[in-house]
């Protein structure tokens, strides 16, 4: 008698197992791995615009690198790590529409599944057929758990790669705030230098005009001392 082949004994304790675990598996339903999903990708997208932000400031710094008081090696390396992030972040696109086509897939493959309420002993490939149909979805509920870890650990380093971009941010502001203070330092002794200059300019005139009387006062001494040695002589 089948009843006594003791594979199907086990094959009957691996299912009921199976059917144990899955109950306490249905929590983890694919709606909250769906919602996971959607949160990274709002994450994702703004990212993407923290990122573009850093694109036009790193530019900015290219182009004239000692205007914000950077030095060239500075810039090179804010180029290099804006790189690196944007690799980072193909890659996690990347995994995450591999993790989407995953869930896809598992989704459609899924079908209700009903629960045995006696075990045929007497037929033996038909309660084979459907134990391996149960554990294909035992399958299906691994391969969920991990797309649920990979994706909180894709949603840290988003995470970390936003706390980098505002730390940037904030170093850029900062220097933006020197830049200021410097442009209002260098108005101000630029006035001072100019009024300066007038000051000078001035007393060169009134000095010009004070030597330019006293010669012509000379020459006429002169002039009066030629006509009278003349009118004596």
């Not at 199907?8 to 304790?13: S, T």
């Not at 306490?24 to 703004?46: F, I, M, N, Y």
């Not at 896809?104 to 075990?119: D, F, I, K, L």
């Not at 230098?193 to 007038?198: A, E, F, P, Y």
């Amino acid at each position: 008698m089948n009843g006594d082949d003791p594979f199907l004994q086990v094959q009957q304790c691996l299912f009921s197992s199976y059917l144990r675990i899955r109950s306490l598996a249905s929590s983890r339903t694919s709606p909250e791995l769906t919602s996971a999903h959607s949160e990274l990708e709002g994450a994702l997208a703004d990212l993407e615009i923290d990122l573009e932000d850093l694109r036009l400031a790193v530019s900015e710094g290219e182009r004239d690198p000692y205007r914000f008081g950077l030095e060239v090696e500075a810039v090179a390396k804010r180029r290099k790590w804006l790189r690196e992030v944007e690799g980072e972040l193909s890659d996690i696109k990347e995994e995450l529409g591999k993790e989407a086509a995953i869930m896809a897939g598992s989704a459609r493959g899924r079908q209700p599944t009903t629960v045995v309420s006696s075990y045929d002993d007497d037929n033996g490939s038909r309660a084979g057929d459907d134990s391996y149909t149960q554990f294909e979805h035992l399958h299906q509920q691994e391969l969920m758990r991990n797309q649920d870890d990979q994706l909180e650990s894709v949603y840290r380093t988003v995470g970390n790669l936003r706390m980098q971009a505002n730390d940037m941010g904030r170093e850029l502001e900062e220097q933006a705030v020197i830049l200021d203070e410097t442009d209002a330092i260098a108005e101000r002794v630029d006035g001072r230098l100019k009024k300066g200059m007038k000051n000078l300019t001035e007393f060169a005139r009134a000095n010009e005009d004070k030597y330019s009387s006293c010669c012509i006062a000379i020459l006429i001494f002169v002039l009066i001392l030629l006509l009278v040695l003349l009118l004596v002589l």
